[in-house]
């Protein structure tokens, strides 16, 4: 397991899957050890997948400063994984709240970027989110039959504890959970059950905290990011909704949106052949 040391002194981990040219890899959670990426549905086949373990998390240590959890202090951290690699541009694909992560680093760094793969992400850094309204029509649509009635109910009751101006528990959102994968299945379990081991939860409330987003300086800076981009979105997804990949697509001077057909927000489980070739295709070409 490869050690570097990022700018404040604080030792990262990433574990290297694969042969070829390297893919650097972001994890949501927020802030879940890597392991749950997998292979990313095969792309070791091509790939040479690295896969950071963000601070606090995984094989990482825990930073002097907790402070730095949050997200925009992590930028330096991919900049500093880059310049161990000794890469002079690189590939990036994120997942879920990692993509607010890759959207800070390509802000602030546009011409280390040459293509971003942002995977089911969530859009807090360019100021994008969906309405409850847009939410509920996704999720509704999987109603007909168990697990996926009792998650719609327990989704609705969170919207409701929001709206009411509450904060829903982790046992809330575990209700929903059903509702994030394709299909269910002993697999699904298992990805679910290790969600719990392997997430840091002090460090992703802290992620997105007072202070780490200026969405109109990030769009701004995005306009400078002359690589491609794309965002791939699950059909069955609610965050981000369809229409909401495809605005945040259409921020980017080069970016293209697409919708993985059964996905949802993990699609690399859903449909692994489909998902790698798509993203493959995208790295290879740019569309």
């Known amino acids: 397991m490869p050690i570097f040391t990022s700018y404040d002194g604080t030792e990262l981990a990433y574990h290297v899957r694969g042969e070829g040219e390297p893919l650097v890899c972001l994890p949501g959670g927020a802030m879940r050890a890597s392991a749950y990426l997998g292979d990313l549905g095969g792309l070791t086949a091509g790939r040479r997948l690295v896969l950071l373990d963000l601070r606090g998390t995984g094989d990482s240590r825990v930073p002097a400063d907790e402070s730095t959890y949050r997200v925009d202090h992590q930028v330096a951290d991919v900049e500093a994984l880059r310049l161990h690699l000794g890469l002079e541009r690189t590939d990036v694909l994120a997942h879920s709240a990692g993509g607010n992560l890759a959207l800070l680093y390509a802000a602030a760094h546009p011409d280390r970027v040459r293509r971003l793969a ?17 939410r509920l029509e996704v999720v509704r649509g999987r109603a007909g039959g168990e697990p996926y009635d009792a998650a719609i109910a327990a989704y609705e009751q969170i919207l409701g504890v929001l709206a009411g101006g509450g904060t829903p528990t982790p046992a809330d959102w575990s209700r929903t959970m059903p509702l994030a994968y394709g299909h269910w299945n002993e697999e699904v ?16 409330a802290a992620f997105a905290g007072p202070g780490a987003f200026d969405p109109p300086a990030t769009r701004a800076a995005l306009r400078h990011l002359a690589g491609e981009v794309l965002v791939l979105a699950g059909e069955l997804d609610s965050n981000p909704t369809a229409a909401l990949a495809a605005e945040l697509a259409g921020l980017f001077a080069r970016g293209v949106g697409d919708v993985q057909p059964g996905g949802a927000h993990f699609p690399w489980l859903d449909d692994p052949r489909w998902f790698a070739a798509r993203v493959e295709r995208f790295l290879a070409t740019g569309a």
């Open 118 to 134: 942002l995977i089911t992400p969530t859009c807090w850094a360019v100021g994008l989110d969906s309405t409850p309204e847009e």
């Open 189 to 204: 379990r298992a990805h679910i059950e290790a969600s719990g081991r392997e997430k840091n939860l002090p460090a992703g």
